[in-house]
Nanobody, 120 residues
């Protein structure tokens, strides 16, 4: 079974920084496009940034300059560096990965989510 395990969330003061990690494990041949999402209770899950196999990223204008996504293919791990956080960034953050199983079948999986709270 493919698993995505997240870490790095927590409490941070406004203006602070956090780095989230998402490690992929299981019988996979490759990790294709991955994404970071966030969700506030009562609101729709929101795409933060996509990370493509070569490391290129695509994000909404509202996140550009503060959030930086990257991936380490050798470690099957993705990262989200969040800088200059503000209270509006408070949410549960999820990673998502499109992978290819050892059988050759494509598969999508979600991490368990991690709480990020920005408060003074």
């Amino acid at each position: 079974q493919v698993e995505l395990v997240q870490s790095g969330g927590g409490l941070v003061q406004p203006g602070g920084s956090l780095r989230l990690s998402c490690a992929v494990s299981g019988s996979i041949l490759s990790i294709d496009t991955v994404g970071w999402y966030r969700q506030v209770p009562g609101k729709e899950r929101e795409l933060v940034v996509e990370v493509f196999p070569g490391g290129m990223t695509k994000s909404a204008d509202s996140f550009e300059g503060r959030f930086t996504a990257s991936r380490d293919n050798a470690k099957n791990t993705m990262y989200l560096q969040m800088n200059n956080l503000n209270p509006e960034d408070t949410a549960v953050y999820y990673c998502n990965a499109h992978v290819r199983l050892f059988t050759g079948v494509p598969y999508g999986a979600w991490g368990q989510g991690t709480q990020v709270t920005v408060s003074s």
